[in-house]
């Protein structure tokens, strides 16, 4: 019996031997990839530089800096830009404009003053053709054309893959080779497919990313594309997106309509522009400030319809009787009352005392304003904010209105 008792421990001891020398090559392979992988991080990173350290009271002893401009109140010099714009709003149309005011100097939307850009522009495109993106470029007659670097990149995103560093190292080789001053990334969504990020998480590694080639490429300004959900009116997907820029532009229909206006409007860091009506002039793709905001636009259309009312009056009406007029139509009581305000307040109705406290309005003949027009004038010379009658007494549009009626 007890020559079996060694052979039994010789046993134990030769199975933890071989577990012991299991686990010390199992621990050193796992030592080995976290090693490679911390150099791999480091090599992707490059070197890394830390900035002088500046106190506080030192940098507030220099001369503050007053903000710049590239488009008046709507891009900052230095700024990132994010336009989040809604299905066939007009994008395409609305970054053709942007790129003749950035290398032109062109009033944006004919109306905010710009300073054209040193270098040159770069617009990576990864929706439309090389022959569509040429067309619509051609139409905006920019003078400024050896200035600008089309890039149609449609089917080709997985070669902007700016995550792989020798990927991002040729792309700002590229860039600093044609003194790019501002590049336009039109739209994002293709190359987080191409790549394989998810739109809703990984958004932030992208943005990352493009900073860092941004950065690489001494690009002080860009601007990035983005669709808007169905269903909303901001940048869909990773709130990463909405957090990254210095500014957002919001480009939007006023109904779900593709062919109804098109507002646009602007917050973020030292801008704030509310929100715009345009105008599109088919000839040249060239969009123009046409009027307020869809609020606005509602009051508007509102007045019209209390005019046509007041037509066929031979005399003042109450405001009630007007809203009892109009009860069948797509006008709230709290919008005819918005409008009835907004006829006094531009000398297109007349309002006078009646009966009972209550208010007679009356039209002021010939006269029906565009409301948040131009100030600029018509061919006939009649303010382009102003609609005259025709010679059967008709109420038409203005030469300003019917030139810019076109769509997107």
């Given at each position: 019996?007890?020559?079996?008792?060694?052979?039994?421990?010789?046993?134990?001891?030769?199975?933890?031997?071989?577990?012991?020398?299991?686990?010390?090559?199992?621990?050193?392979?796992?030592?080995?990839?976290?090693?490679?992988?911390?150099?791999?991080?480091?090599?992707?990173?490059?070197?890394?530089?830390?900035?002088?350290?500046?106190?506080?009271?030192?940098?507030?002893?220099?001369?503050?800096?007053?903000?710049?401009?590239?488009?008046?109140?709507?891009?900052?010099?230095?700024?990132?830009?994010?336009?989040?714009?809604?299905?066939?709003?007009?994008?395409?149309?609305?970054?053709?404009?942007?790129?003749?005011?950035?290398?032109?100097?062109?009033?944006?939307?004919?109306?905010?003053?710009?300073?054209?850009?040193?270098?040159?522009?770069?617009?990576?495109?990864?929706?439309?053709?090389?022959?569509?993106?040429?067309?619509?470029?051609?139409?905006?007659?920019?003078?400024?054309?050896?200035?600008?670097?089309?890039?149609p990149l449609r089917g080709m995103a997985a070669g902007f893959d700016i995550l792989r560093p020798e990927v991002r190292a040729l792309w700002a080789t590229r860039l600093r080779e044609h003194d790019t001053e501002v590049v336009i990334l039109d739209p994002v969504r293709p190359i987080l497919d191409s790549i394989g990020l998810d739109e809703h998480r990984d958004a932030g590694r992208f943005l990352v990313a493009l900073d860092a080639l941004l950065h690489e490429a001494g690009v002080s300004e860009a601007l990035v594309i983005h669709h808007m959900g169905h269903n909303g009116e901001r940048s869909r997907g990773d709130s990463r997106l909405r957090d990254w820029p210095d500014v957002e532009w919001r480009l939007v229909r006023e109904t779900d309509d593709p062919a109804s206006a098109r507002f646009l409007t602007a917050f973020?860091?030292?801008?704030?522009?509310p929100e715009q009506r345009l105008d599109y002039n088919r000839l040249t793709r060239r969009l123009t400030v046409a009027g307020g905001s869809r609020r606005d636009a509602k009051q508007e259309t509102a007045l019209d319809a209390v005019l046509d009312v007041l037509g066929t009056q031979t005399g003042p009406m109450t405001g009630r009787a007007i809203k009892a007029?109009?009860?069948?139509?797509?006008?709230?009581?709290?919008?005819?009352?918005?409008?009835?305000?907004?006829?006094?307040?531009?000398?297109?109705?007349?309002v006078e005392a009646g009966p009972?406290?209550?208010?007679?309005?009356?039209?002021?003949?010939?006269?029906?304003?565009?409301?948040?027009?131009?100030?600029?004038?018509?061919?006939?010379?009649a303010p382009s904010g102003v609609r005259t009658p025709d010679a059967a007494g008709h109420s038409g549009h203005s030469t300003q209105e019917a030139a810019y009626g076109g769509r997107f």
């Amino acid at each position: 019996m007890t020559d079996f008792a060694p052979q039994h421990w010789d046993g134990d001891e030769a199975r933890a031997r071989s577990f012991e020398e299991l686990l010390e090559s199992e621990t050193r392979r796992e030592k080995a990839r976290r090693a490679a992988r911390t150099r791999v991080d480091a090599e992707e990173r490059g070197a890394v530089e830390v900035p002088a350290f500046t106190s506080l009271a030192a940098r507030l002893a220099r001369p503050l800096q007053p903000v710049e401009f590239r488009i008046e109140g709507w891009w900052p010099i230095g700024a990132r830009v994010l336009e989040a714009a809604q299905f066939k709003a007009g994008k395409t149309t609305l970054t053709g404009n942007v790129i003749r005011t950035l290398v032109d100097g062109d009033p944006f939307l004919d109306r905010f003053r710009a300073r054209a850009v040193s270098g040159s522009v770069a617009l990576l495109d990864f929706e439309m053709s090389e022959r569509q993106l040429d067309a619509w470029l051609e139409a905006q007659s920019i003078r400024r054309a050896h200035d600008v670097f089309p890039v149609p990149l449609r089917g080709m995103a997985a070669g902007f893959d700016i995550l792989r560093p020798e990927v991002r190292a040729l792309w700002a080789t590229r860039l600093r080779e044609h003194d790019t001053e501002v590049v336009i990334l039109d739209p994002v969504r293709p190359i987080l497919d191409s790549i394989g990020l998810d739109e809703h998480r990984d958004a932030g590694r992208f943005l990352v990313a493009l900073d860092a080639l941004l950065h690489e490429a001494g690009v002080s300004e860009a601007l990035v594309i983005h669709h808007m959900g169905h269903n909303g009116e901001r940048s869909r997907g990773d709130s990463r997106l909405r957090d990254w820029p210095d500014v957002e532009w919001r480009l939007v229909r006023e109904t779900d309509d593709p062919a109804s206006a098109r507002f646009l409007t602007a917050f973020g860091r030292d801008v704030e522009q509310p929100e715009q009506r345009l105008d599109y002039n088919r000839l040249t793709r060239r969009l123009t400030v046409a009027g307020g905001s869809r609020r606005d636009a509602k009051q508007e259309t509102a007045l019209d319809a209390v005019l046509d009312v007041l037509g066929t009056q031979t005399g003042p009406m109450t405001g009630r009787a007007i809203k009892a007029a109009l009860l069948e139509s797509e006008h709230s009581r709290d919008t005819i009352d918005a409008a009835l305000s907004l006829g006094v307040r531009t000398l297109t109705l007349k309002v006078e005392a009646g009966p009972r406290s209550s208010k007679l309005y009356s039209a002021v003949s010939g006269v029906r304003p565009l409301i948040g027009a131009p100030d600029t004038r018509t061919l006939s010379g009649a303010p382009s904010g102003v609609r005259t009658p025709d010679a059967a007494g008709h109420s038409g549009h203005s030469t300003q209105e019917a030139a810019y009626g076109g769509r997107f």
